[in-house]
């Protein structure tokens, strides 16, 4: 089973600085890797797909990174709507993993 | 547009079986690379994938809990349905289906939960 850790569990950043976030898979996902939002008392909603592709609708600020094992997710100015908890998931082995989730919060 | 609906008790004792129902519209699980998942997320903590099931009836189940869990679809009434037995209070969580999409890029193809119900909390209880 692929270990998904994500870094660091928690990020402090003030409204309008970038905020980088890390995923590492215990082995080689070949770039099939998703990021997701989730707020409280809402569903994940997905972001990021194939490690770097935006889904539909998510803003330009939301950028993905990485291959193999390592990944980032950039949201390079945070808006008030962007204080969530972000998770990585690996979609390349069975059985699909999740990371920990990164909560990113108001400084 | 495509929804998908989680339905089931809110309440289980412990040993008991849990059946939940994925509800969904929008798109047809007969349909050529579809595929429904459940995950689900205790309170406070993370998400943990659980089950999928393909289009053609393939399914994939989690390491830790596959003794416990059965996915089946019902493709004539758009449903997918989740029971797991010997519940626990460990296991008590929202429980979430989604639906999982293939991409197709020039580097590859890709999947992703691209579309999830609302999540329906189960709590284990006697």
């Known amino acids: 089973e692929i270990v998904m850790t994500q870094s660091p569990a928690t990020l402090s950043v003030s409204p309008g600085e970038r905020a980088t976030l890390s995923c590492r898979a215990s082995?080689?996902?070949?770039?099939?890797l998703a990021w997701y939002q989730q707020k409280p008392g809402q569903a994940p909603r997905l972001l990021i797909y194939?490690?770097?592709t935006r889904a539909t609708g998510i803003p330009a600020r939301f950028s993905g990174s990485g291959s193999g094992t390592e990944f980032t997710l950039t949201i390079s100015s945070l808006q008030s709507e962007d204080f969530a908890v972000y998770y990585c998931?690996?979609?390349?082995?069975?059985?699909?993993?999740f990371g920990g989730g990164t909560k990113v919060e108001i400084k | 547009q495509v929804t998908l609906r989680e339905s089931g008790p809110a309440l289980v004792k412990p040993t008991q079986t849990l059946t939940l129902t994925c509800t969904f519209s929008?798109?047809?699980?007969?349909?050529?690379?579809?595929?429904v998942s459940w995950v689900r997320q205790p309170p406070g903590k993370a998400l943990e994938w659980l089950a999928l099931?393909?289009?053609?009836?393939?399914?994939y189940y989690s390491t830790s809990l596959k003794t416990r869990l059965t996915i089946s679809k019902d493709t004539s009434k758009n449903q997918v349905v989740l029971t797991m037995t010997n519940m626990d209070p460990v296991d008590t969580a929202t429980y979430y289906c989604?639906?999982?999409?293939?991409?197709?890029?020039?580097?590859?193809?890709?999947?992703?939960?691209?579309?999830w119900g609302q999540g329906t909390m189960v709590t284990v209880s006697s």
């Open positions: 989604a639906r999982k999409t293939y991409y197709y890029e020039t580097s590859g193809y890709y999947d992703a939960f691209d579309i």
């Open positions: 929008g798109f047809s699980l007969s349909t050529s690379g579809m595929c």
């Open positions: 099931i393909h289009w053609d009836d393939d399914k």
């Open positions: 082995q080689s996902v070949n770039n099939n």
């Open positions: 194939g490690a770097s």
């Open positions: 998931q690996q979609c390349n082995n069975w059985p699909l993993t």
